[in-house]
C-alpha cells in the first residue's frame, strides 16, 4: 500500500467516525426534544462538538500518519506543523459537516411513536 493510498484510507476512516458521531448526536437530539431544537443547538454543535470530534478522530489519524511516514514502531509526536495538504483537508471537511448539520437542522423534526 502506498503512503498516498494509507493516508486517504486514515482521512476517509476518521471522516466516517465523525459524520457517524454527529449523526448520532443530531438524531438524539431531535429525538428526545422535537419541538425545542432551536438555534443555540445548532450552535453548540456546530462550535464546540465538531470542532471537539474533528481534534480527536483527525488527530489520531494524522499521528498514525506521521507514523506510517517515519516507519515508527510506535505513535510518535511530529512537532511539525500541519501541511498545507492536512490544514485544506481539516478545513473542507468542517465547512461540508457545517453544511450537513444545517440542512438537517433545517428539516422537520423526527416524530416520535409512543
Known amino acids: 500500500m502506498t503512503p498516498t493510498a494509507a493516508t486517504i484510507l486514515l482521512y476517509l476512516g476518521a471522516l ?9 448526536f443530531s438524531y438524539v437530539n431531535q429525538t428526545i426534544s422535537p419541538k425545542q431544537t432551536d438555534l443555540r443547538d445548532f450552535l453548540v454543535l456546530i462550535g464546540v462538538v465538531v470542532p471537539f470530534l474533528m481534534v480527536i478522530y483527525f488527530g489520531f ?54
Open 61 to 114: 489519524a494524522i499521528s498514525i500518519y506521521h507514523t506510517i511516514s517515519l516507519r515508527a514502531t510506535w505513535l510518535t509526536a511530529d512537532d511539525t506543523e500541519l501541511t498545507f495538504s492536512e490544514s485544506l483537508v481539516l478545513a473542507v471537511t468542517y465547512v461540508g459537516l457545517s453544511g450537513w448539520l444545517w440542512l438537517r437542522w433545517r428539516r422537520k423534526p423526527i416524530a416520535v411513536d409512543k
Open 16 to 24: 466516517f467516525l465523525t459524520v457517524a458521531t454527529l449523526w448520532f
